[in-house]
């Protein structure tokens, strides 16, 4: 059973899903069970895909890499996502845009995740 916050990818068509509301089904697409996506898994390069967290004036700032993400048109980072106090909070990014975004939220608990193109990874910190 999928729980809430999990992402799940189609490896055939490449959708990717995120639980809202859990349930007992099974998560399927193109006739394939979907994949769940473990934070941290994949061997890639970790110092150009786990997230830095910066906070300061009432803002929460995530730079993909201690050593900045390629942002090409093949490898780049998708999305940027924060979970503050329970709620989400998600920036999409496209090639040529740096790989960081700014959220304007304070919190007390703050989880960080990130997905790459290329190597389907999702990072998380926090």
Same mark, same amino acid.
């Given at each position: 059973? *999928? ?5 799940? !990818?189609?490896? #055939?068509?490449?959708?990717?899903? /995120?639980?809202? $509301? ?33 906070? *300061? ?5 995530? !730079?993909?890499? #201690?050593?900045?993400?390629?942002? /090409?048109?093949? $490898? ?51």
């Amino acid at each position: 059973m *999928a729980k809430n916050l999990e992402i799940y !990818k189609c490896e #055939s068509c490449g959708n990717i899903i /995120e639980i809202l $509301h859990s349930g007992p089904g099974d998560l399927v697409c193109c006739g394939s069970p979907m994949q769940l996506q473990v934070e941290n898994t994949v061997d890639a390069s970790r110092e150009k895909h786990l997230p830095v967290l910066e906070k *300061a004036n009432g803002s929460v700032t995530v !730079k993909v890499g #201690s050593v900045p993400h390629p942002m /090409e048109e093949q $490898h780049y980072i998708e999305w940027i996502e924060v979970i503050a106090d329970g709620t989400v909070y998600r920036q999409a990014l496209k090639p040529g845009d740096a790989p960081e975004a700014t959220f304007p939220i304070t919190a007390g608990s703050i989880t960080v995740r990130e997905y790459c193109s290329l190597h389907g990874q999702l990072s998380t910190i926090g």
